[in-house]
T-cell receptor
Framework: GQQLNQSPQSMFIQEGEDVSMNCTSS?????WLWYKQDPGEGPVLLIA?????ELTSNGRLTAQFGITRKDSFLNISASIPSDVGIYFC????????????FGTGTRLTIIP | GAVVSQHPSWVICKSGTSVKIECRSL??????MFWYRQFPKQSLMLMAT?????????EQGVEKDKFLINHASLTLSTLTVTSAHPEDSSFYIC???????????FGSGTRLTVV
């Protein structure tokens, strides 16, 4: 099935550093969602974006919905150990009930 | 709110047997449930979409006779992996869209190992 291209594939950072990852698509999405998945768990929603150009924050996390509706980025400021995990972007063409298309994931590792 | 409870969290079964995975919406009615499969170090791939009271819609390449989906009530959807083989070993996750507002909540996943 279709997937969103997410980069980077993996990141190795030190605690306290800022993190930036992005997601691109060849087709338009009307809703962009960012999830975090811990090992052996289901994804947990971090931020939801519903409007092109929208910039939304959730604590140390900030995400933006690209103006072309074909991309989105997620920033994490001042990383902490519990930020370790896999981050997925996901998009849908509609505004609810439609199936999600997932990105390829970014694995974040914090180096002691 | 909007919690989906998924059971079991892990299961080991013998090749050729069937395994049932349940997802229950605890505090909302899930008219739609999405079923995903995730192989190690890979993303979530949608397998099928179930709608309460109707037949599930399967993604291309997913065998509907092997992965039986039942969505008989607004709070319960089940996925049965029939005649499981080692290549069916994977992490299976369900997800339901919220009924109030926009968003999707996920179950905690089921790790299936077929030996």
């Amino acid at each position: 099935g279709q997937q969103l291209n997410q980069s980077p594939q993996s990141m190795f950072i030190q605690e306290g550093e800022d993190v930036s990852m992005n997601c691109t698509s060849s087709s338009i999405f009307n809703t962009w969602l960012w999830y975090k998945q811990d090992p052996g768990e289901g994804p947990v929603l971090l931020i939801a974006l519903y409007k092109a150009g929208e910039l939304t924050s959730n604590g140390r996390l900030t995400a933006q919905f690209g103006i072309t509706r074909k991309d989105s980025f997620l920033n994490i400021s001042a990383s902490i150990p519990s930020d370790v995990g896999i981050y997925f972007c996901a998009g849908t063409g509609g505004f609810g009930n439609e199936k999600l298309t997932f990105g390829t994931g970014t694995r974040l590792t914090i180096i002691p | 709110g909007a919690v989906v409870s998924q059971h079991p969290s892990w299961v080991i079964c013998k090749s050729g047997t069937s395994v049932k995975i349940e997802c229950r919406s605890l505090d909302f009615q899930a008219t739609t449930m999405f079923w995903y499969r995730q192989f190690p170090k890979q993303s979530l791939m949608l397998m099928a979409t179930s709608n309460e009271g109707s037949k599930a819609t399967y993604e291309q390449g997913v065998e509907k006779d092997k992965f039986l989906i039942n969505h008989a009530s607004l709070t319960l959807s089940t996925l049965t992996v029939t005649s499981a083989h080692p290549e069916d070993s994977s992490f299976y996750i369900c997800s339901a869209p919220y009924t109030s507002g926009y968003g999707y909540t996920f179950g905690s996943g089921t790790r299936l190992t077929v030996v």
